[in-house]
């Protein structure tokens, strides 16, 4: 079974400070990880991807992600925040026909 | 490309009532997804369709839960006789088949209350 664990809820930043959001996977087979990001009344956005390739992926918007297969972890990083990014961030796995979310951490971005 | 439609955005019912709600896809996207998220909570799958065939179906999805996609295009999602535990937002997904984990477009959900 596919799993994710993200490791705060709450993440509280300056503007333009870096950001770290934590996520831990579980997964039976080699996955597929992906981080979202839904802003208030909006659908979820896919910020970026891992499907095997490079190991450090870039999104949109500065994010990147990092994949550690032996931490089982990835990661998500920006180097400076914006009062744009506050929103709520999920962390999803995916080895087969669906994809499992994380918890989700809400990032607030302090002016 | 009009994005992911659903409606309504909102719905407030009595408990015992029964509620529909619809997603449109993006046209032509053969996979169409739905999901369930409470407060605090990640959304969770409930089924998905390719096509007009419904291939799986969460054991979240109890019977009083059934979704339609007749056509293969728009869906319903219909609850009966709703319980105060079905309050939460639906969401609706679609992707086109090929790489359909890379490409799947949400909408912006149907926020239900069930009081």
């Known amino acids: 079974a596919q799993s994710v664990t993200q490791l705060d809820s709450h993440v509280s930043v300056s503007e333009g400070t870096p950001v770290l959001l934590r996520c831990n996977y579980s997964s039976s087979y080699s996955p597929s990880l992906f981080w979202y990001v839904q802003h208030p009344n909006k659908g979820l956005q896919l910020l970026l991807k891992y499907t095997s390739a490079a190991t450090l992926v870039k999104g949109i918007n500065g994010f990147e992600a990092e994949f550690k297969k032996s931490e089982t972890s990835f990661h998500l990083t920006k180097p400076s925040a914006h009062m744009s990014d506050a929103a709520e961030y999920f962390c999803v796995v995916s080895d087969d026909e669906k994809l499992t979310f994380g918890t989700g951490t809400r990032l607030t971005i302090i002016p | 490309d009009t994005g992911v439609s659903q409606n309504p955005r909102h719905k407030i019912t009595k408990r015992g009532q029964n509620v529909t709600f619809r997603c449109d896809p993006i046209?032509?996207?053969?996979?169409l997804y739905w999901y369930r998220q409470t407060l605090g909570q990640g959304p969770e799958f409930l089924t998905y369709f390719q096509n007009e065939a419904q291939l799986e179906k969460s054991r979240l999805l109890s019977d009083r839960f059934s979704a339609e996609r007749p056509k293969g295009s728009f869906s319903t999602l219909e609850i009966q006789r709703t319980e105060q535990g079905d309050s939460a937002m639906y969401l609706c997904?679609?992707?086109?088949?090929?790489?359909?984990?890379?490409?799947?477009?949400f909408g912006s959900g149907t926020q239900l209350s069930v009081l």
């Open positions: 046209s032509e996207h053969n996979r």
């Open positions: 997904a679609s992707s086109p088949l090929d790489r359909f984990n890379e490409k799947l477009f």
